[in-house]
């Protein structure tokens, strides 16, 4: 299919706004999982590592689960895709308030949650890059700061919940303003293809040549039928030689006996269902082959090799201090009193600031997007290796703000990923990028507390996360370097509707 022009307005503006309520909604929860992170500390008596299993599969099962995502998305539509969605999370956050371990949470919560979120996220992008070309960064950048609104508004939300009606009474009303998502996906009207044709049963005659099993002379019914019975007579004939004329006589007298007819139009059927089965499964098999083939090609695009390292590394090592900031701060015995605002909810206010003015900047020719991912990864491993240092709340309410603001390179990383293998290749890229995504998530804050459980101490675990963000967007800065891709352009082209960075005409 082939989808008409981006209107870069009209229905789109429905589309964002609908879209930044769908994260809002869904991501507030898990997001600002920190503020539960301790609840379950306290109500289960699990150490930090095992504990912060809940919050780290919340946030990464879903882009683990990215390629699955992409496929619904692609094969239903974003409308049908939401809406399933809407009842996953709400049903998942409504489930973890009976939840009697942390066992159970893994499941409810992380998986459950999870994978909605991660649906809904590939559901909101995709559409919107659809339904936008030139603002194409303004408008994700607007979508996206629905879960960093979500962040600061649900941390300050579930701690007051917590305080009225506990943890399970929280998880309720939580999931109850979930089941808003329904509403929101309602509207997300798919936008049609230019060549759009009514939707008719598929029949042999419209299926491709390439996936045909006869490519020579076609062969007429009767043809297929007569086959078909000396095939028959044949096998019979082989397997039992002597009853091979008996077998033809009786065989003779059963098709006398039927009326001509009937027996046509059985046989015509037979032929038909046994070539369109045979069609139709060459199909499949041709585009799966193909889709591993796109797989590969993409692979040898030298800066999107480095993107999936760099995003892997990046959730590793910046995505815990979103879930462990609050616990950091109780083991530097910040006094209450200097706890003015939760330090997940300046992260959360920090990075929705972070999305729209790193999405405008996009959206700018004179900057180079890639080069602007580069400098956020590496300004956030030099804030991490801060951490450590930071032994009061001002210090650690500047750092999450510094890193809030810097997270907010997810509101770009969608514009990079297309500006790197096209829009008709996004939603195959994203898939595998926000796998790895995923996989980062699930182990970064796990780490991160088993550093903590074995040490007792923070520090060695946020210099371990420095490391493995600076590791990363080393190796991506030396992907786009012009001298490299001069190196490269000469022994190698990348095929078909896959674009590369012109970083010396744009840095």
């Avoid at 992409?70 to 539509?77: E, P, Q, R, Y």
């Avoid at 508004?153 to 999931?175: K, N, P, T």
């Avoid at 007569?226 to 009853?243: A, H, Q, R």
Wanted: net charge neutral; hydrophobic share 45%; glycine share 10%.
């Amino acid at each position: 299919m082939v989808f008409q022009k981006p209107p870069d307005g009209g229905w789109g503006w429905v589309i964002v706004v609908v879209s930044f309520f769908t994260q809002f909604l869904c991501y507030g929860s898990p997001l600002a999982v920190g503020v539960l992170y301790l609840e379950w500390l306290d109500a289960f008596g699990e150490g930090k590592g095992k504990t912060a299993w809940v919050g780290s599969l919340a946030n990464g099962i879903g882009l683990l689960a990215s390629p699955v995502c992409s496929i619904c998305v692609s094969s239903f539509g974003a409308r049908p895709v939401a809406i399933f969605s809407g009842f996953m999370v709400a049903g998942g956050l409504m489930m973890s308030s009976f939840a009697p371990n942390i066992y159970f949470l893994y499941v409810s919560y992380g998986i459950v949650v999870g994978l909605g979120c991660g649906l809904l996220y590939t559901a909101t992008v995709t559409i919107t890059c659809q339904y936008f070309d030139k603002r194409r960064g303004l408008a994700l950048g607007l979508i996206s700061t629905g879960s960093s609104v979500g962040l600061f508004i649900y941390a300050a939300l579930q701690r007051e919940l917590i305080e009225l009606y506990g943890l399970d009474g929280c998880l309720l009303i939580v999931g109850a303003l979930s089941l808003n998502i329904l509403a929101c996906g309602s509207l997300m009207r798919p936008l049609e293809s230019s060549s759009s044709t009514p939707p008719e049963k598929m029949c042999v005659d419209k299926i491709p040549d390439q996936y045909l099993v006869y490519h020579g002379k076609e062969k007429t019914i009767e043809e297929n039928i007569s086959i078909l019975e000396k095939g028959y007579i044949d096998e019979k004939c082989v397997n039992n030689v002597p009853d091979c004329k008996q077998d033809n006589i009786l065989n003779k007298n059963v098709l006398s006996s039927i009326n001509v007819n009937e027996k046509d139009t059985y046989k015509k059927k037979v032929v038909e269902q046994t070539n369109f089965c045979k069609q139709l499964a060459k199909r499949k098999w041709q585009l799966y082959l193909t889709y591993w083939k796109e797989t590969m090609v993409l692979f040898k695009n030298k800066v999107f090799s480095a993107l999936f390292v760099a995003i892997l590394l990046f959730d590793i090592g910046g995505f815990p201090p979103s879930l462990l900031m609050e616990d950091v701060a109780r083991s530097a015995n910040i006094s209450e009193d200097d706890y003015y605002m939760p330090l997940i909810s300046i992260i959360g206010i920090m990075t929705t600031v972070g999305k729209l003015i790193l999405g405008i900047l996009a959206d700018f020719k004179w900057v180079n997007t890639l080069y602007l991912y580069v400098t956020t990864l590496l300004m956030t491993g030099v804030a991490l290796f801060a951490i450590p240092f930071a032994k009061s709340y001002l210090t650690l309410a500047m750092l999450s703000g510094i890193l809030g603001f810097l997270t907010g390179n997810w509101s770009i990383f969608p514009y990079v990923t297309t500006k790197t293998v096209g829009i008709e290749k996004l939603t195959h890229a994203y898939g595998i990028l926000m796998f790895f995504a995923g996989l980062g998530n699930s182990l970064g804050p796990p780490i991160v507390g088993w550093f903590y459980d074995w040490t007792q101490e923070y520090d060695t675990a946020f210099y371990f996360s420095g490391f493995c963000v600076l590791l990363g967007g080393f190796l991506l800065l030396l992907a786009a370097l012009p001298c490299w891709n001069a190196c490269t352009s000469q022994s190698s082209k990348l095929p078909p509707n896959t674009y590369s960075y012109k970083v010396a005409s744009n840095a």
